[in-house]
């Protein structure tokens, strides 16, 4: 059963507080563990002051000062993590513990970039769209796939998916090479076996 304290209590824990005394023996007086004289405290506001020990405390300011480095080369939070060998939830934690002013700032560039479209994404995507299939190209493409190039390579050339090509030539009554046939050992073999114009 959880523990529930007295509002009385809790007062008289606060002025043992207030009068230095640890959270240990707040709770040795008052006949309950320090964590739950921590818990009863924070509910008012009040917290112990973490006593960190020298190495401790370099380690911090050397890990701060990392992150102004790497903020300084414009990174994320996710590539400091990868620059830092951090998990990235980690250290947005830490961030946030320790850094509360930069992990804010930085909080809302992002979202700021993300509620602002880049004008390369505001831009209609008219270039993105296949060039048309004129008869000069479609003669082109049967050209070509009779010549020895490959679908892909053809579909590559003239910004068209493979599919469609495959459609266009299928329309056109080409016959198709087997798969194990689209090497120029194939072409070699195909030109030595057509008749000569003789």
Avoid: N
């Avoid at 007062?11 to 023996?25: R, Y």
């Avoid at 401790?56 to 701060?64: D, I, P, V, Y």
């Avoid at 479209?117 to 995507?125: F, L």
């Avoid at 769209?129 to 003669?139: E, F, G, M, Q, V």
Wanted: no cysteine; aromatic share 6%; glycine share 6%.
């Amino acid at each position: 059963m959880p523990f529930r304290t007295d509002p009385r209590e809790v007062d008289a824990m606060v002025e043992m507080f207030q009068a230095g005394m640890s959270a240990a023996a707040i709770g040795r007086a008052h006949g309950i563990s320090a964590r739950s004289v921590q818990r009863q405290l924070a509910k008012r506001g009040l917290h112990y002051r973490r006593h960190r020990t020298a190495k401790a405390q370099t380690a911090l300011e050397m890990r701060r000062g990392a992150i102004y480095l790497l903020r300084g080369q414009a990174l994320s939070v996710t590539r400091m993590a990868v620059q830092l060998r951090l998990h990235p939830r980690y250290l947005r934690l830490w961030m946030s513990r320790h850094l509360p002013e930069l992990y804010a700032q930085m909080k809302g560039e992002v979202r700021a970039r993300r509620a602002k479209p880049s004008a390369e994404a505001a831009r209609p995507a008219a270039s993105a769209t296949p060039a048309a299939l004129t008869r000069w190209r479609r003669a082109a493409i049967r050209r070509e796939y009779l010549g020895g190039y490959s679908i892909a390579a053809i579909a590559r050339r003239h910004g068209q998916h493979r599919s469609t090509v495959w459609r266009l030539l299928r329309r056109q009554g080409v016959t198709f090479r087997p798969r194990a046939t689209r090497s120029p050992m194939w072409l070699r073999a195909r030109q030595s076996s057509l008749p000569s114009g003789e």
